[in-house]
């Protein structure tokens, strides 16, 4: 069973930067496809960015974040980071890491291609 524990949110000014982790513990880290996604109240929870399996080589966001956000791996600390940076109002949401097991199929910013979930962490961008 893997565990998911994200940190790293709090308050912040817009302009203002933020990073995020998401330790992993149980399984094989290296092994999974990790994915961030955010949930604004009253709206549906949505892809922010990947990062591929072992090397972390390959990497995707959602339009609305590219230039601003970068996700990064270290597998030696299990751990997945969202570097957030030149952060909006409309970036408040929690944020949510989530693990992909190499067997899932799906794209990755489907939250269907995702096999755990941390609890999320609240990010805040005030005006």
């Known amino acids: 069973q893997v565990q998911l524990v994200e940190s790293g949110g709090g308050l912040v000014q817009a302009g203002g930067s933020l990073r995020l982790s998401c330790a992993a513990s149980?399984?094989?880290?290296?092994?999974?496809?990790m994915g961030w996604f955010r949930q604004a109240p009253g709206k549906e929870r949505e892809f922010v960015a990947a990062?591929?399996?072992?090397?972390?080589?390959?990497?995707g966001y959602a339009d609305s974040v590219k230039g601003r956000f970068i996700i990064s791996r270290d597998n030696a600390k299990n751990t997945a980071y969202l570097q957030m940076n030149s952060l909006k109002p409309e970036d408040t949401a929690v944020y949510y890491c989530?693990?992909?097991?190499?067997?899932?199929?799906?794209?990755?910013?489907?939250?269907?291609?995702?096999?755990?979930w941390g609890q999320g962490t609240q990010v805040t961008v005030s005006s």
């Open positions: 989530a693990a992909g097991l190499p067997g899932t199929s799906g794209n990755y910013y489907d939250t269907g291609r995702y096999d755990y």
């Open positions: 990062v591929s399996w072992w090397t972390g080589s390959s990497t």
């Open positions: 149980g399984g094989t880290f290296r092994t999974y496809r």
